[in-house]
């Protein structure tokens, strides 16, 4: 089974752009989390999709959103990019609303310049 | 809330010799507690779980972590550390009243020297 897939592997832009990062899961698994790895603040929960619905948001700004699509792809999106938006995105499936084990992708390196 | 603190922020340790990390947590409620690795440039990777079984768990590459509800402790070792452990360690807690929400602690980087 393929493991959980993240596009693009490395994006580049500049301060005030925006930016759509792209998480594919495990087949059949129905629930998608977006984190933020940084070395100040270390990893954060953005936040949680289940069926379409977001299920749970961390304390991130409105500029960050995300949504899930009917096969369970999910997106997120940066709007009016900041220096410090520069980080590591890591997405984590797993089977359901409440399942123990989660994981993760490679995740989407963004540097904003 | 809850929160994890990873009490060292690095570790040296030389090939073959054992291998603690320390972890303590704080958590409302009755938690599910992980061990996640990142090798670089690489995602995470589960070690092992803990969901209120056994308080002995034991993971891959002969990780095992103990489960200590009086000390709020869920330390990770290995008996004898390979080159190949060389990685960031990342201790995890997850409540039920939070979904999928994982709450990641700082991290611990090994050095594994030969």
């Known amino acids: 089974k393929a493991g959980v897939t993240q596009t693009p592997r490395y994006l580049i832009k500049t301060r005030g752009q925006q930016v759509t990062l792209s998480c594919s899961p495990i087949?059949?698994?129905?629930?998608v989390s977006w984190y933020q790895q940084t070395p100040g603040q270390g990893l954060q929960f953005l936040f949680e999709?289940?069926?379409?619905?977001?299920?749970n948001k961390g304390n991130f700004p409105g500029r960050f959103s995300g949504r899930q699509f009917s096969n369970s792809r999910s997106e997120m999106n940066v709007s009016t990019l900041e220096l410090g938006d520069s980080a590591l995105y890591l997405c984590?499936?797993?089977?359901?609303?409440?399942?123990?084990?989660?994981?993760f992708g490679p995740g989407t390196r963004l540097t904003v310049t | 809330a809850q929160s994890v603190t990873q009490l060292d922020s690095h570790v040296s340790v030389s090939e073959g010799t054992p291998v603690l990390l320390r972890c303590n947590y704080s958590s409302s409620y009755s938690p599910s507690l992980f061990w996640y690795v990142q090798h670089p440039n690489k995602g995470l990777q589960l070690l092992l779980k803990y969901t209120s079984a056994a308080t002995l768990v034991k993971g891959i590459n002969g990780f095992e972590a103990e489960f200590k509800k009086s000390e709020t402790s869920f330390h990770l070792t290995k008996p004898s550390a390979h080159m190949s452990d060389a990685a960031e360690y990342f201790c995890?807690?997850?409540?039920?009243?939070?979904?999928?929400?994982?709450?990641f602690g700082g991290g611990t980087r090994v050095l594994v020297k030969p």
């Open positions: 087949s059949g698994h129905r629930s």
């Open positions: 995890v807690v997850r409540v039920k009243a939070a979904g999928n929400k994982l709450t």
């Open positions: 984590a499936s797993s089977l359901g609303a409440d399942a123990y084990e989660q994981y």
């Open positions: 999709y289940f069926s379409e619905t977001q299920r």
